[in-house]
């Protein structure tokens, strides 16, 4: 029979010539008093304290490669007499210092650094740092050229690993565990961005053709999906999905389950017989939302854009990107594979700042590729914009690309050669791999193998308007709850707005209080995204609330066309807990459970079985596990720390795992099935001869740009 479950292990740090040294220890992450003001000095916080739950939780054999392995092993680096690399980094790092005194013949703490200093410098790529170990540091462990007094603000965690005394009697047993892999509900919202031709050229009428590709994981399945596709104005639109004819009505949600399948589905728009004098193409609100179970734990990367192949038979192409990325931007390069185009023509949108940034020289004749380089975008922004990737991280911002169109000299509309100027031909820009912007950046959370993707959904009925009009409401209200173990990723709204051409006025963009966005309203807002700025944003185990408003009654939003996707995680790991008396239940005549749990499934709970461990195995029920800290079992309340992140929805006592019902349990159940694929494993500590005093990891993280 196949054994499911998620992998548990029960790490005894055994020395071969002195003592098995068993790290322990809490994480006490201390926050910094000052208030920060900066999304910038926000993410530092959150990333010194990303880091040191990672290294303090995570094996090392999970954050390095197999080659690096091996050669730590070969060279020393990695002290297997003493350590594993089933030990997270803090763990060997602690168990180096506690007996390096008792080996001076090892050169324990050159070890130490070698090891901190790789995984720092892999980690914190693009800050400064500084880790120190009980005061100590060395060169090994900062970044070199960082000067802390030069920082905006630094931001320090701090944990302790707390243990036994060297050569002292055993006190009992912990215990951690992670999952591997999971099976879950998944959610997406794919928006498709605005993308324009003319109706007409001087002659005839136009024909314009998106195409691209809908992604979800290979092994997706019970897969339920519907499509809003909006057309620009009064035009023709079919709608193809895996080659098959849709709809041709737009503004209807429609049911399109059928046409979407595991892996990669082709999306194909062809808009046609337009008004003269008007523009064929998407228009705002056009968005897919998909709901299907996986096991699959990869996200996209919000970095890469993969744009559209797009044709127009005629004229020229007006291509709107609103992009965002959920941390600090540091490079965004573009590529283009064009055919039929003269010029192409960079503009950055956002508010009322709709500003030319650069144009580049293409071969009409034929088939050419572009690059558009980060120094020239980042100039370019600069000084022509007054803009820098500072204010670009805080939400999400528009670029134009303008393949032989241009903005009209009063900045109100786009012409378009074929129609405007130029001549009649077919252009075509080819869509990913051939053409595609990609945006660098600092992440604002850490996401690990154990990273498990989670969304909330926001539907049509989901958000709230108010002061609304015949044509639009100058008011729209989101509201929404993590769980209380939540990382929040980024909030991604698709928005459906109405105006008066010449309106002008402003807007403003809230969640619970903080300003996001306060200036001018954007005529080419269709989408709003944004990640956390600080920590009175997207809270765990609270509500939060989203309000954008407009300030001018000639512009607002169309009641009932906007919905949004909240991305967060939830750790798939409990890291080591309290020091329990006991291992496990019928220890050491099993070494092992089979364990009934429940599961929250779509079609109600049910009933399922995990083994944990080797055989013999106890038949046992999460209702009988016992995590009593003075006469309880470091297995029992490790599954129970576990199961208490995995139960995300409708938790009956969040955070009080200790608790009845307990987590798992069929008046309580997860919401993860642990798949059986995965092998629920520990190690028997044996006998403790001795461990050592606590050791106090300090990281400070830092930028000076």
């Not at 089933?86 to 390096?100: G, V």
């Not at 604002?444 to 989901?462: A, G, H, K, V, W």
């Not at 939003?557 to 790991?573: A, D, H, L, N, S």
């Not at 008046?667 to 106090?696: A, K, T, W």
């Amino acid at each position: 029979m196949r054994r499911r479950g998620f992998v548990f292990t029960l790490d005894a740090l055994l020395s071969l010539i002195l003592v098995m040294v068993f790290v322990s220890g809490m994480v006490a992450i201390i926050d910094n008093t000052n208030v920060y003001t900066s999304s910038l000095r926000e993410g530092s916080k959150y990333k010194a304290e990303d880091v040191l739950t990672t290294l303090r939780n995570v094996p090392l054999k999970e954050l390095v490669s197999p080659e690096i392995l091996e050669n730590w092993s070969t060279s020393g680096a990695l002290d297997e007499s003493l350590v594993n690399p089933d030990m997270s980094p803090l763990d060997i790092i602690a168990t180096y210092w506690a007996t390096r005194d008792l080996f001076p013949e090892k050169n324990l703490t050159h070890k130490a650094e070698l090891i901190l200093g790789y995984l720092l410098n892999k980690t914190l790529e693009g800050y400064y740092y500084e880790l120190l170990i009980n005061n100590y540091t060395s060169s090994y462990l900062r970044k070199v050229g960082g000067n802390y007094s030069k920082a905006f603000e630094v931001s320090p965690a701090t944990l302790t690993l707390s243990g036994y005394k060297y050569n002292q009697t055993p006190r009992g047993y912990m215990a951690r565990a992670y999952l591997s892999k999971a099976t879950l509900i998944r959610e997406d919202l794919i928006g498709i961005h605005r993308a324009l031709a003319a109706a007409c050229s001087y002659y005839h009428y136009n024909t314009f053709t998106l195409m691209t590709n809908i992604t979800i994981p290979e092994d997706a399945k019970s897969i339920i999906a519907d499509g809003r596709f909006v057309k620009r104005t009064t035009q023709d639109m079919d709608v193809y999905l895996n080659n098959t004819f849709v709809t041709s009505s737009s503004d209807e949600l429609i049911d399109i389950s059928d046409y979407i399948n595991p892996g990669s589905t082709p999306l194909k728009i062809v808009y046609s017989n337009g008004p003269c004098g008007y523009e064929l193409g998407v228009g705002s609100g056009t968005t897919l939302h998909l709901k299907y179970q996986s096991s699959s734990l990869a996200v996209e990367d919000p970095g890469l854009v993969k744009l559209y192949d797009l044709e127009s038979d005629y004229t020229g192409i007006t291509y709107f990107n609103t992009l965002f990325v959920p941390g600090e931007i540091r490079n965004i390069n573009i590529h283009l594979k064009t055919e039929g185009v003269d010029k192409v023509k960079l503009y950055y949108s956002f508010g009322a700042n709709t500003v030319e940034l650069l144009e580049k020289d293409v071969n009409e004749n034929g088939v050419d590729e572009i690059d558009i380089t980060n120094d020239e975008i980042k100039n370019a922004l600069q000084t022509k914009a007054g803009m820098d990737y500072v204010n670009l991280s805080k939400t999400s911002f528009t670029f134009i690309l303008a393949l032989d169109s241009r903005l009209s000299d009063d900045g109100l509309t786009f012409e378009y050669g074929g129609r405007d100027y130029g001549g009649e031909r077919r252009r075509k820009l080819y869509g990913y791999p051939n053409s595609w912007i990609k945006i660098d950046y600092v992440p604002r959370i850490l996401i690990t193998l154990y990273s498990i993707p989670l969304s909330i959904y926001i539907d049509y009925n989901d958000v709230v308007y108010s002061s609304c009009s015949i044509y639009r409401c100058s008011q729209m209200q989101v509201s929404y709850t993590f769980p209380p173990y939540a990382d929040p990723w980024y909030s991604d709204l698709w928005v459906g707005i109405n105006f008066n051409f010449y309106a002008i006025g402003t807007m403003e963009f809230t969640e619970n209080g903080y300003t996001i966005y306060n200036g001018s309203i954007d005529k080419y807002l269709f989408r709003i995204a944004y990640t956390r700025l600080n920590e009175t944003m997207m809270v765990p185990g609270s509500l939060n609330t989203f309000i954008a408003q407009s300030y001018t009654s000639d512009y607002g939003f169309r009641e009932g066309k906007t919905r949004g996707i909240i991305k967060y995680f939830i750790q798939g790991y409990a890291g080591y807990g309290e020091v329990f008396p006991f291992l496990l239940q019928g220890y050491p005549t099993y070494k092992g459970y089979n364990l009934t749990y429940y599961y929250n499934g779509s079609s109600g709970i049910v009933e399922k079985n995990i083994l944990v461990g080797d055989p013999p195995y106890k038949s046992i029920s999460i209702d009988d596990l016992n995590p009593d800290i003075g006469g309880g079992y470091a297995v029992d309340d490790a599954i129970l720390r576990l199961f208490d992140k995995l139960n995300y929805r409708g938790d009956s006592n969040p955070g009080e795992w200790r608790k009845t019902p307990f987590d798992g349990s069929q008046n309580n159940p997860i919401d993860v099935d642990l798949s059986e694929e995965v092998r629920i494993s520990f190690v028997d500590m044996g006998e403790i001869p001795g461990l050592f005093e606590p050791v106090q990891i300090t990281l400070r993280v830092w930028r000076e740009d």
